[in-house]
């Protein structure tokens, strides 16, 4: 009788630590709270959430954008904002991009089927200065699956479509890369409604 007492008094302690928060281990691809309250006061608490991306889904995603998926050909986890009184209001999505100067973690928020905020949370520096800005990033503000991702090349490129996105400089690979992630979460946000 005294062991079945200690056994449920155990669990008892154990499933309130982890309602607490207090076991919960980071994955290594997670972003922690503080890193999602960056996206702004909105954000009261999230549900980690993670799409698995169907081969019929892959297919639509694919006419959509006009090729393979490159980034994201299996699954895509996100954060599912919710505030207090409204319910749930939009997804957070991180990218995670390796570069020559180190791992780039920015964090993409999408309500109504277009991005509402974008911003950095974990950057790269080139000769001591971010690589990514504010000025780059703002550029995707607004976009939809739709939109145009393309990335300028050449003077041409940037007088024949407004749309374009001028490249971070001195960094069009990097840029093109962000482009390309981003035009993939909002194609699979198109075909999934995630």
Known sequence: MEKRKIIACSLLVMMLASCNGMSHSIRKDEVTYPELEKMGLSLDRYEIRELSISKDDEAKIA???GHPLKYYPENL?????IR??????????PLYQETPYGRLIILVRI?????????????VTKEGKPVVNDIFLSQFHGKTASSSY?????????LALRNNIRPIAGEPMISREIAGRLQEVMAIHEVDRF
């Open 77 to 81: 986890t996100y954060y599912r904002e």
């Open 63 to 65: 006419t959509l954008l």
């Open 150 to 158: 393309k990335v300028v090349e050449t003077p041409q490129d940037l």
């Open 84 to 93: 207090h009184h409204y319910g749930e209001m939009g997804d957070i999505v």
């Open 111 to 123: 309500r109504w089927n277009s991005i509402n905020k974008i911003i950095v949370v974990e950057n």
